[in-house]
Nanobody, 124 residues
Framework: QVQLVESGGGLVQAGDSLRLSCAAS????????MGWFRQAPGREREFVAS????????DYADSVKGRFTISRDNAKNTVYLQMNSLKSEDTAIYYC?????????????????WGQGTQVTVSS
């Protein structure tokens, strides 16, 4: 069983930065693709970024390209989401997700493991 625990959310002003962390349990973390998703009030969950296992190939939603960076530290079983130049529309609960395959995916249904979420609020 894989457990994911997010941290690093908070209240910031527009233009600020935040780094989210997701600590994962499990021996196969280094080969598992990981993703970040978010859900704002009244909206559906949406893809933010993913990173593949092994090679660390990344993918981003258009809305965050150039501002957000996903990375992983396999020695620490942790995946990160560095968020810069935050906007009010980035306000959401951010979820970490993992799947038992090397390749990342923008589809939440492709992920088997989910964290509890961390709130990010950006004031304008």
């Amino acid at each position: 069983q894989v457990q994911l625990v997010e941290s690093g959310g908070g209240l910031v002003q527009a233009g600020d930065s935040l780094r989210l962390s997701c600590a994962a349990s499990g021996r196969t973390f280094s080969t598992a693709a990981m993703g970040w998703f978010r859900q704002a009030p009244g909206r559906e969950r949406e893809f933010v970024a993913s990173i593949s296992g092994r090679l660390g190939i990344t993918d981003y939603a258009d809305s965050v390209k150039g501002r957000f960076t996903i990375s992983r530290d396999n020695a620490k079983n942790t995946v990160y989401l560095q968020m810069n130049s935050l906007k009010s529309e980035d306000t959401a609960i951010y979820y970490c997700a993992g799947r038992g395959r090397y390749s990342g995916s923008p589809h939440g249904t492709d992920y088997s493991y989910w964290g509890q979420g961390t709130q990010v609020t950006v004031s304008s």
